[in-house]
């Protein structure tokens, strides 16, 4: 608890409108958002929980559970729909045993669909850990998860 | 009037020259470089397509050899499809670009080109031509290459091209020069006045005029007005916000400065997408510098002008690009909006004033404030002025970013800017303005484009991302995958977007899955889906709350319009043309390559393949659920889907 309230003390004259950055800044150092970090968000801001949890499950960006070790984002935009991440994402779901929005049993892995990373101009498009892979295939899925696992062997 | 003392024109060059101008001034606008430059394409395409690499590969060339070379990260150029894009620029030479730079091929690029040479090797793309210096044979200069040849980079013209995050760079380019001037000699008003008549208008969606919506703002009585930048890019296919705060943040910056005199806001926030880190990072780092340079905070160059700039995160929610939406999020709730009138011009933030731009609406404003009404007017058709930037994506050649003049047509754009559909694939069509916008075919390819062009053809602008497509895309698979973003982006508050998007996707969903019992009357809901369908967009259409649901049926209803024999082959022959839904695909064994190996018949989910070893198998229409797990698992090419 002693980073949440780090965080506090970015924020002195804190608001409701202080509430997403918050939010946001809690998750990041985090990971995601525990039911204690939320009744404490809800203290400092003198804000119902019931009210924190009612905004924070409205954006796709807050999350209740923490994420694997590597966070595998599988964008979903139009363009690349049309360049095949279906497919792309359905390999992800394959290699790794899990569906998107869950954690692998290990930890080690999690995947997402997101709507955008705005990347367009390359897809289809995977991002993990903020790292970007660009105009993937099923194939090459196969070998940027298999690098990430040998890795972690190392 | 003059509100600030001294030398308008050069009180802030002054600041970063000095009294060497002569000397300073040439090697910040890069005409001149003492010793070699090296630039990357270091956006969020360029780190994707190896640009990281290629830049840590270009420190160690440097170290190994010891040479003494600046690296630049540069924003991205617009050519995507080119990237890693890495540029040099030798003392007493042209600076040159060269394409797809990854990291093995450094080497041999930094060799030949340190002998003055060069690669043979690598793909040279332009280079900038200057008046001093040395220029390289047969290549072509920047305004001559192809892809830029057709465009007019106003908005994009430094994105690329100068340090993003060097504030010197761009005030020695002239940058926020606009902007002092500006609050130097003119009144709100006039400047209200002078964006009316350069005719520009909101670059986000709707194409309201940019000046007389400021007004509201202007004329509405308050003692807190606010100026808030829609950077919440959301549209899936859209990224010339991203590209434009990545490659020229201070351009943003300036705009804003400009808007918000304009309006009479002190106090102003820009929402940007949390799915942008490296552009919200370089907009700090610029805030940050024109804090420094007392561009930005109280009494600006004595000007007596306050002005701040906060940086908000969006939190992904694609309901948030609507206003009313947008500013239930700054204020800390969630983004639902709220029924208009009132305009958020009159009462929008903390039940102030509020006008809210898009970005590249806001980046246009140092180009037409004070000096460039005339010039930017000039530009595009009579109804739209400008430029517009459009994101090319997609079943296309050259992917990437495209500013032309308003009226450009999108066969121009697409085959004559950025080199047509690849592997000699005819074109089908574009989908425009993400999942609000509508589709445009080969007919209408020869249409002007400007706003009101296409909302004739049932399309709309938006925020301009072009995604194009094939004839391997199935249109009515687009549909329901845009019919998908649209149902779980809706915030929920009103009836026809939150059920009618859900029944929509329904509909679609239920003539492009594979009828799991024929006998009883799904076949007929499904005949039903297409009168349903459109009953049911129009519904929508005229009774929701915000933009998003106004245009949520958009994508159903123009692919309905257009490819209208799509659906029904859909429908009625559960055909896909294309090959993509695949559920309507239908398997068979090719009695003579079967060579009775039982691996498609363990592998059968459903257990739909019978047959006994070493003969061939068969596979049962009524129990197969087109899964493809044959097909794939077969080595002798014996299934086949038609």
Same mark, same amino acid.
């Given at each position: 608890m002693g980073d949440i309230k780090q965080i506090f003390n970015?924020?002195?004259?804190?608001?409701?409108?202080n509430l997403i950055p918050l939010l946001q800044d809690i998750q990041s150092a985090e990971g995601f958002l525990s039911k204690e970090s939320i009744v404490e968000v809800g203290s400092f801001l003198n804000m119902p929980s019931s009210k924190i949890f009612g905004v924070a499950t409205f954006y796709?960006? @807050?999350?209740?559970q923490p994420n694997g070790k590597y966070h595998i984002q599988v964008c979903r935009g139009t363009a690349c729909h049309v360049l095949g991440s279906a497919t792309v994402l359905q390999e992800v779901e394959k290699q790794l045993k899990v569906k998107a929005g869950s954690t692998t049993r290990d930890g080690l892995f999690s995947v997402e669909v997101v709507?955008?990373? +705005?990347a367009c101009g390359l897809s289809p498009v995977i991002s993990i850990n903020g790292e970007f892979y660009a105009k993937v295939t099923a194939a090459s899925i196969a070998e940027i998860i298999e690098s990430y696992k040998t890795k972690e062997e190392e | 009037m003059s509100r600030i003392k001294g030398n308008i024109d050069s009180i802030l060059l002054d600041k970063v020259v000095g009294k060497d101008a002569k000397t300073k001034l040439p090697l910040l606008k890069r005409e001149r470089v003492e010793k070699p430059v090296i630039y990357v394409g270091a956006g969020t395409c360029g780190l994707g397509a190896g640009a990281g690499k290629t830049l840590e590969e270009i420190k160690t060339y440097l170290d190994t050899n010891s040479i003494d070379a600046e690296i630049i990260e540069v924003g991205?150029?617009?050519? &995507?499809?080119?990237?890693p894009i890495v540029d040099i620029q030798l003392p007493n030479y042209n600076r040159v670009a060269f394409k797809n730079v990854t990291n093995d091929k450094v080497e041999n690029l930094l060799n030949s080109l340190f002998n003055y040479e060069l690669p043979k090797e690598i793909e040279v793309l332009y280079q900038f031509p200057t008046e001093k210096n040395k220029s390289w044979e047969n290549v072509s200069s920047f305004s001559e290459y192809p892809y830029f040849r057709k465009q007019k980079r106003?908005?994009?013209?430094n994105c690329g091209s100068? !340090? /993003?995050?060097?504030i010197d760079e761009y005030i020695a380019l002239g940058g926020y020069s606009s902007f002092l001037s500006t609050i130097n000699t003119y009144e709100s008003a006039e400047v209200c006045d002078m964006v009316v008549k350069s005719g520009l208008r909101g670059? +986000?969606?709707? +194409? @309201?005029t940019t000046g007389v919506k400021w007004k509201f703002a202007l004329n509405t009585p308050s003692e807190q007005k606010y100026l808030i930048c !829609?950077?919440?890019?959301?549209? /899936?296919?859209? @990224?010339m916000d991203r590209a434009l705060i990545e490659g020229d943040p201070h351009r943003l910056l300036e705009g804003m400065m400009i808007a918000a005199f304009g309006i009479g806001a002190t106090k102003s926030y820009v929402?940007?997408?949390?799915?942008?880190p490296l552009a919200i990072e370089r907009l700090n780092i610029a805030l940050k510098q024109a804090k420094e340079y007392g561009l930005?905070?109280?009494d600006i160059f004595g000007s007596g002008i306050d002005f701040d700039i906060k940086v908000k995160m969006g939190?992904?929610? @694609?309901?948030?690009?609507e206003e009313t939406a947008l500013i239930k999020s700054i204020e800390g709730q969630r983004g639902m909006p709220i029924p208009r009138p009132p305009f958020p011009a009159v009462k929008?933030?903390?039940?102030k004033p509020t006008i809210i731009n898009n970005v590249e609406t806001l980046a246009c404003l140092p180009e037409i404030i004070p000096n460039g009404v005339e010039a930017f007017s000039s530009i595009g058709t009579e109804k739209s002025k400008g430029t517009k930037v459009f994101a090319l994506s997609g079943k296309v050649v050259l992917t990437g970013l495209v500013e032309v003049p308003m009226g450009t047509t999108i066969r121009e754009v697409i085959f004559?800017?950025?080199?047509?559909? /690849? !592997? !000699?694939k005819k074109f089908k069509s574009v989908q425009i303005g993400g999942p609000s916008g509508g589709c445009i075919t080969e007919e209408n390819l020869d249409i002007e484009v400007d706003y009101d062009s296409l909302i004739k053809i049932g399309a709309m602008m938006g925020s301009g991302g072009l995604v194009v497509m094939d004839e391997d895309t199935c249109m009515v698979d687009i549909a329901k995958f845009l019919m998908d973003f649209i149902q779980r982006e809706?915030? +929920?508050? &009103?009836?026809p977007c939150r059920e009618g998007t859900r029944r929509m996707l329904e509909i679609l969903e239920s003539i492009t899955h594979k009828p799991?019992?024929?006998?009883?009357n799904e076949a007929l809901e499904r005949f039903k889906g297409i009168t349903q369908l459109e009953k049911l967009g129009k519904v929508i259409k005229e009774t929701s709350l915000c933009g998003l649901g106004q245009t949520a049926p958009n994508p159903v209803l123009s692919t309905l319009k257009w490819f209208r024999e799509e659906y029904e082959e859909h429908i009625?022959?559960?055909?896909?043309r294309a090959n993509v839904?695949?559920?309507l695909r239908t398997f068979t064994i090719d009695v003579d390559k079967c060579?009775?190996?039982t691996t498609c018949a363990k592998e059968c989910p459903t257990n739909a393949i019978i047959g006994s070893r070493k003969s061939p198998h068969f596979i049962v229409d009524d129990k197969?659920?087109?899964?493809?797990t044959c097909y794939d698992v077969c080595?002798?090419?014996?299934i086949v889907i038609s």
């Open positions: 970015k924020y002195p004259e804190a608001g409701r409108d796709n960006q @807050f999350r209740f709507a955008c990373i +705005g | 991205c150029i617009g050519l &995507c499809a080119a990237e106003i908005v994009l013209q100068v !340090n /993003p995050v060097n670059r +986000g969606g709707g +194409g @309201f !829609n950077a919440d890019e959301g549209d /899936p296919g859209a @990224f929402y940007i997408r949390a799915e942008y930005i905070g109280k939190a992904g929610a @694609f309901v948030c690009g929008g933030l903390f039940g004559g800017i950025a080199g047509g559909i /690849p !592997n !000699n809706s915030c +929920g508050k &009103c009836i799991i019992d024929a006998s009883h009625f022959d559960r055909k896909c839904c695949t559920e060579t009775g190996c197969c659920i087109s899964c493809g080595k002798f090419d014996s």
